[in-house]
C-alpha cells in the first residue's frame, strides 16, 4: 500500500524531534495493514502530539487537550469499522487522566500512542505528569515536589487488555505499533522520545539514555492477560439486542366521572419512604382516568429514606396553568417531616381545606378542616399510609371517588401488587 | 369506517417533562446520548438508556460531563444525531466543548434542566439561572440557539424543534429547561402533536471536491460528511479554513467568524417560538418563558375575564433574541413586565431591544415558583 503521509503537508516539528520517528512508524505500519486513509480516523488534542493528524491522509478529529479520547470513544462507537487512532502528549494524558482510566475500563477498540516526552514543548518546557523530579523544567522546583505517573502501572491496573512501552527509538517501532492497532481492544502504547527544543536543552537526553531508564522497568509489551476480555463496543451491541422495546407511554382514556366540578389542590405530606410520590401518581392517574388536566410535582431532599417528600397534585376541569397550589382544597398529613417543612401553610387555611391527618401527627394551629385516621389500630404500616389516605379521599367523594381510584391502581399495578393495594383502599375504616 | 366516537376520545399519557424530552428526542431520530447523572437531568438519562438501546443507538454514561458531551461531539462528525443533558455544575464542564460545537460547527442537542445556583446550589430546587450562561459560556462569544420549554409538551416538541435546528444550522442547540418544568408530571396528548418534519444535515452534492468547511456562495453552513466516509473528512477545533486546516489568513478568518455569527442572527426570524396573546387596549405586556409562562397565563386568563385585559408574550426562543418578534408584540403597550425565575437576565435584552419602553422587572431566586399573586401584585404597582 503507498504511504498515508499528506505530501503537501510534511512534519513540521523541531529537527531531531522524536515525534516524527513516530509518525514515520505510523505510516509504515498503516501501510503495512494495507489500510486505506478513509479506513483510519486519527483522533488527536492539544501540543505538539496534537499535529499528528496534519500529516496523514486520513479521516481527522482534532479537539481539546487531553479530551482525544472521549472523541475517539463517540467516534468508534458509531462507526465501528473504523480503525480509531488516538495521539496524546504526557500532557494530554495528565489533564486527560479520568478519561484515561475509563478508556482502559471500557476496553473500546482503540490505540492510544502517548507520545510521551515528559514536558509540555509547545507552552515552554513545563512539567507534566511523567517528569522525573530531578529534571530541570519551566516550572520551577515544583516537578521535584510531584511522582511522575506510571503511565503503564496505572493502565494494567485500569483494566487495558494491551499496554506496551517502548522507546521512539526502537527498531521495529512500525511493527510495535501495528500490534497495537491489530489488538481487538483498548490498547496503549506509551512511546517515550526526546524533546529537542525543550526538555532535552536542559536534561541529558539520548537514545541510549532512555533504553536505560526503560530497562529500570519491568517490561511491559502487549497483551494483558489478566485483564482479557469482551470489546466494549461488540459487548455492547450484544446486550443491546437482549433489551425489550420499551412499551410506548401508557395512554388513558377518561371513562369515568369525578365527584368534583372545581379545581383540587392536594398536598400529600409525608417521610420519605412513605411512598408520598407513588401516591400522587395514583392521584393524577385517577383524575385522568375522569378526563381532568392533572399536575404533579414533588419536593425532597436529595437522600433516600430521609427527610421530608411532598407532592402537590392539581385536577382540573380546566387548563392548568401555575403548578403551585396557593390554597390547597386537601391535605394529607402523614409524615412529621412534610408537615414540619410546610409548617407556615396550616395557619393561612380556613374549614373548606380538609386535612387528613394521621392520629400520631402533631398539627399547627389551623382553621381547616381536620380528619383524623387512625392508621395504627387499623394494623397499616407507615409506608402504606399514603394509599390508605386516597382510600378515604374516595370514600368521602372529595377529589376522587373509589371508581377512579381503582382506575388508577389497575393502571400503575399489576398482580399481587394490584390486589392488595386494591384491598387496602377498600378496607380502610372512614366514619 | 371510523369510528368518530373513538376518534373524539382523547387518550393522554401522563409523564414528566425530562420524559417528554427523551421521546421526542428519539422521534427526531436521536441515536446517540452520553451524560453524567445530575439532578435533576438524570431521568433523561433513565429514559434514554432504555429507549435507545432496543434500536440499535448508544447510551453512554461517561466518567464526567466533559466526556459525555465529548463522546457526543465524536459520534455526530460520525454521522449520528447526538444528544447530552445536565444541570448547571456540568454545564460549567461542557463550555469546552461548547466552544468546539460552535467553531467546528459540530451539531449537538444539550439539554440543560437548571437548578437552583450558584454552584452545586440546590439539586431538587428549580431556576432559571443559566439562560445568559447558556449564551455566553463559550470561549470567542459566537451565538447558539437556546430554546426554552414551559411544560411537558413544550418539552416533546421543542426538543424536536432543537434536533432539526442542530442539523440545518450546525450547531449547538439548548433546550433550557427548569427542574419545575423536567421534572413535573402532566397529562398529555402525545398523539395530537403536530410534529415538525424531521431534517437531517445537509450532504455535497456529487461531482464537486468536498471540502469540509466550504460554504457555498449563497448559503450559510457547510455540508456535512461524516467521518468514516469514502471520502475523507477532517474536523478541528483550531481556527481553520475550508479544508480544515488551521489558517492564519486575516481575512479567512474574518469570513468564517462573520459566519458563524450571522448564520444565527439573520434566520432568527425562521425559529422564533413563542405564544403572543394580544388584548385590545391592554396597555401592559408580559414578557416571559420557561415555567413562570404558566403563572402567567393564569394572570393574562383571569384580567381578561374582569374586562381589564394585559397581554402576554411567552418567549420559547431565547436565543439569539428574537428582536422583531419582540418589537411587533410590544409595540402597542405603554409598559413591559419581564418574569423570570433569577436576578434580571434576559431582561437585558428585553430592555436593549425595546429602549422606548418603560421596562418592570420581578425575578425571584429562591427555589420557589413566581405565583399568580406576586405577578399581579407587579402588575398593579404601575
Not at chain 1, 346 to 370: G, R
Request: aromatic letters at 8%.
Amino acid at each position: 500500500m503507498p504511504s498515508l503521509l499528506n505530501k503537501s503537508r510534511p512534519p513540521v516539528f523541531c529537527p531531531g524531534c522524536t515525534h516524527e520517528r513516530v509518525v514515520r512508524a505510523l505510516d509504515e505500519a498503516y501501510q503495512n495493514m494495507g489500510l486505506k486513509g478513509n479506513q483510519i480516523a486519527m483522533v488527536s488534542d492539544i501540543g505538539c502530539s496534537g499535529l499528528i493528524d496534519t500529516f496523514f491522509n486520513t479521516h481527522a478529529f482534532h479537539g481539546l487537550h487531553g479530551r482525544a479520547l472521549t472523541y475517539a470513544t463517540g467516534l468508534k462507537l458509531a462507526r465501528p469499522e473504523l480503525n480509531v487512532i488516538v495521539t496524546m502528549g504526557d500532557g494530554g494524558m495528565g489533564i486527560g487522566g479520568a478519561h484515561f482510566l475509563s478508556a482502559c475500563r471500557r476496553n473500546l477498540d482503540l490505540t492510544l500512542i502517548i507520545l510521551n516526552n515528559f514536558n509540555f514543548g509547545m507552552t515552554g518546557g513545563q512539567f507534566s505528569a511523567t517528569t522525573p523530579p530531578e529534571a530541570q523544567v519551566a516550572s520551577g522546583f515544583l516537578n521535584s515536589l510531584e511522582r511522575p505517573l506510571d503511565i503503564c502501572k496505572v493502565a494494567i491496573s485500569a483494566g487495558a487488555t494491551y499496554v506496551t512501552r517502548c522507546s521512539s527509538y526502537k527498531k521495529d517501532l512500525a511493527q510495535e505499533i501495528e500490534r497495537a492497532i491489530r489488538h481487538k481492544g483498548f490498547s496503549v502504547i506509551d512511546i517515550w522520545g526526546i524533546c529537542v527544543g525543550r526538555y532535552a536543552k536542559k536534561n541529558r537526553l539520548t537514545p541510549q539514555k532512555i533504553q536505560e531508564s526503560l530497562s529500570k522497568f519491568p517490561s511491559i509489551e502487549g497483551i494483558v492477560e489478566e485483564n482479557q476480555r469482551k470489546e466494549y463496543g461488540i459487548h455492547y451491541r450484544e446486550m443491546a439486542k437482549g433489551q425489550n422495546t420499551p412499551p410506548s407511554p401508557l395512554r388513558i382514556e377518561p371513562s369515568l366521572e369525578s365527584p368534583e366540578k372545581d379545581r383540587q389542590g392536594i398536598i400529600i405530606l409525608g417521610n420519605a419512604g412513605q411512598r408520598i410520590i407513588t401516591a400522587g401518581d395514583i392521584l393524577c392517574l385517577a383524575g385522568l382516568s375522569a378526563g381532568l388536566r392533572v399536575t404533579q410535582k414533588n419536593e425532597y431532599n436529595i437522600t433516600v429514606l430521609r427527610g421530608p417528600s411532598i407532592s402537590e397534585v392539581i385536577l382540573s376541569p380546566e387548563e392548568i396553568g401555575y403548578t403551585g397550589i396557593h390554597r390547597p382544597t386537601v391535605v394529607i398529613a402523614i409524615g412529621q417531616e412534610g408537615v414540619s417543612r410546610r409548617s407556615h401553610m396550616f395557619s393561612k387555611l380556613n374549614e373548606e381545606t380538609l386535612i387528613i391527618c394521621s392520629k400520631d401527627i402533631s398539627l399547627p394551629q389551623t382553621n381547616a378542616s381536620i380528619y383524623t385516621v387512625d392508621f395504627k389500630s387499623q394494623g397499616i404500616k407507615s409506608s402504606d399510609r399514603a394509599l390508605a389516605s386516597l382510600g378515604v379521599l374516595a370514600k368521602l367523594k372529595k377529589a376522587i371517588n373509589l371508581e377512579m381510584l381503582q382506575a388508577a391502581l389497575e393502571m400503575r399495578f399489576k398482580g399481587p401488587i394490584l390486589e392488595s393495594s386494591l384491598d387496602l383502599v377498600h378496607r380502610i375504616e372512614c366514619y | 369506517m371510523i369510528d368518530w366516537m373513538e376518534v373524539f376520545v382523547v387518550a393522554l399519557t401522563f409523564m414528566e417533562g425530562n420524559e417528554a424530552i427523551a421521546w421526542g428526542a428519539i422521534e427526531a431520530g436521536c441515536r446517540f446520548y452520553a451524560g453524567y447523572p445530575i439532578t435533576p437531568a438524570t431521568t433523561i438519562f433513565n429514559a434514554m438508556v432504555k429507549l435507545l438501546p432496543p434500536l440499535g443507538g448508544y447510551c453512554i454514561q461517561g466518567e464526567d460531563e466533559i466526556a459525555s458531551i465529548g463522546m457526543c461531539l465524536g459520534a455526530s462528525m460520525a454521522g449520528l444525531k447526538v444528544m447530552t443533558a445536565t444541570s448547571g455544575p456540568g454545564l460549567s464542564l461542557y463550555s469546552e466543548h461548547i466552544s468546539f460545537a460552535i467553531g467546528s460547527e459540530i451539531p449537538i442537542v444539550i439539554v440543560i434542566v437548571q437548578r437552583l445556583g450558584p454552584s452545586t446550589g440546590s439539586a431538587t430546587r428549580g431556576a432559571d439561572g443559566d439562560i445568559q450562561f447558556m449564551r455566553w459560556g463559550n470561549s470567542g462569544g459566537q451565538p447558539v440557539i437556546v430554546l426554552a420549554p414551559s411544560d411537558v409538551r413544550d418539552c416533546f416538541v421543542l426538543t424536536m424543534h432543537a434536533f432539526n435546528l442542530a442539523e440545518q444550522f450546525r450547531c449547538p442547540v439548548f433546550v433550557a429547561s427548569n427542574k419545575e418544568v423536567g421534572m413535573t408530571k402532566e397529562g398529555l396528548d402525545i398523539d395530537a402533536i403536530q410534529r415538525p418534519e424531521v431534517r437531517t444535515r445537509t450532504a455535497p452534492p456529487s461531482g464537486q471536491p468536498f471540502l469540509p468547511f466550504r460554504v457555498d456562495p449563497g448559503q450559510s453552513v457547510p455540508y456535512f460528511l461524516p467521518i468514516g466516509h469514502e471520502i475523507l473528512v477532517r474536523q478541528t477545533s483550531s481556527t481553520h479554513g475550508p479544508d480544515g486546516y488551521i489558517t492564519t489568513d486575516p481575512e479567512q478568518i474574518a469570513r468564517n467568524q462573520e459566519r458563524l455569527g450571522s448564520k444565527l442572527l439573520s434566520a432568527v426570524d425562521q425559529f422564533s417560538f413563542h405564544e403572543a396573546y394580544l388584548e385590545e387596549g391592554a396597555d401592559t405586556l408580559i414578557i416571559t418563558y420557561g415555567v413562570t409562562a404558566r403563572a402567567a397565563k393564569d394572570i393574562y386568563l383571569s384580567h381578561k375575564k374582569v374586562g381589564s385585559p394585559v397581554s402576554l408574550l411567552i418567549l420559547k426562543t431565547l436565543w439569539p433574541v428574537p428582536e422583531a418578534l419582540i418589537k411587533e408584540k410590544a409595540e402597542k403597550v405603554r409598559r413591559v413586565v419581564v418574569l423570570e425565575m433569577n436576578k434580571g437576565q434576559y431582561v437585558r435584552e428585553i430592555t436593549r431591544v425595546l429602549p422606548q419602553k418603560k421596562i418592570d422587572f420581578f425575578g425571584q431566586m429562591n427555589g420557589q415558583l413566581i405565583t399568580p399573586q406576586q405577578i399581579e401584585e407587579v402588575l398593579s404597582n404601575a
